[in-house]
């Protein structure tokens, strides 16, 4: 009898631990997976200009947490972790897709402008992102000709040869591909460049410099010479 009590006991104490573990707050990446579901992550958008005409030539998409209380929480607290746990996939998809519910329209009506996602190492390293990019854009007024995404240069690619074949695909179905916060990075350019990539995007760090540092200032001048002479487009990060 004893032993049926305390053994009954023990099975409730262990159910009422796992359910207190799981609502507990403090597991962040369960925080991540609940705050997906509720559709928390929200995109923002950060104009590019075209710095001779002034006029507006598309827009990056950067991710916001919204939380419940409506209080904002900047990338660098969550990317880290829904990277690390594999989340980051399923929060771009869902990016996109929600960037075509709510600006579809606006962009679809205007061939010429662009619009830009920033894209995890890892979601190169992955065919299969070539099939869900396909099928978001498909059914929205956004054309692939319209899309640009953007691959860090900040992190070593895992995978040189995967990527580049991933980046060749996503390229034929018209999508550009952009190298982001070039200059930051350890792998070299020259190396980067071997991805066969559209557009180059010079780090903000070396244009908030240009005017006080003659080292930024050549090295931005470099840079653009190197992206007109290879064919590839520029984009200046933080010149608001
Ligand atoms: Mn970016």
């Known amino acids: 009898w004893l032993g049926l009590i305390s053994a009954g006991a023990i099975a409730i104490i262990l159910a009422f631990v796992v359910i207190t573990i799981r609502r507990t707050p403090g597991n962040p990446v369960a925080d991540i997976e609940r705050a997906l579901a509720a559709g928390e992550f ?3 958008y950060q104009p590019i200009v075209d710095i001779r005409s002034g006029q507006l030539r598309g827009a990056e998409v950067l991710v916001r947490w919204r939380k419940e209380d409506g209080s904002l929480v900047l990338p660098g607290a969550f990317i880290p972790l829904a990277e ?3 989340l980051i996939r399923e929060m771009t998809r869902d990016l996109m897709r929600r960037v075509c519910v709510e600006a579809g329209s606006v962009i679809g009506c205007r061939p010429a402008m662009k619009i830009s996602f920033n894209f995890a190492g890892q979601l190169f390293g992955d065919e299969s992102i070539v099939k869900d990019v396909r099928k ?5 007024p956004i054309k ?9 240069e900040r992190e070593p ?3 040189f040869t995967e990527t580049r074949q991933v980046i060749a695909a996503l390229q034929g179905l018209g999508v550009r591909i952009a190298i982001d916060d070039v200059g930051t990075g350890h792998s070299g350019l020259s190396y980067m460049l071997k991805l066969g990539v559209d557009i ?5 760090m070396f244009v908030d410099a240009i005017g006080t540092d003659r080292n930024s200032t050549t090295i931005v001048e470099t840079l653009v010479d190197l992206a007109h002479n290879m064919r590839m487009d520029v984009v200046a990060e933080g010149v608001e």
Do not use: A, M, R, W
Request: no cysteine; glycine share 8%.
């Open 84 to 86: 690390s746990s594999g």
């Open 144 to 152: 692939l000709s319209q899309v640009v995404l953007e691959l860090t």
């Open 157 to 159: 690619i895992e995978n």
């Open 42 to 44: 929200v995109p923002y």
């Open 200 to 204: 180059i995007k010079i780090d903000k």
């Open 136 to 140: 978001i854009f498909s059914g929205s």
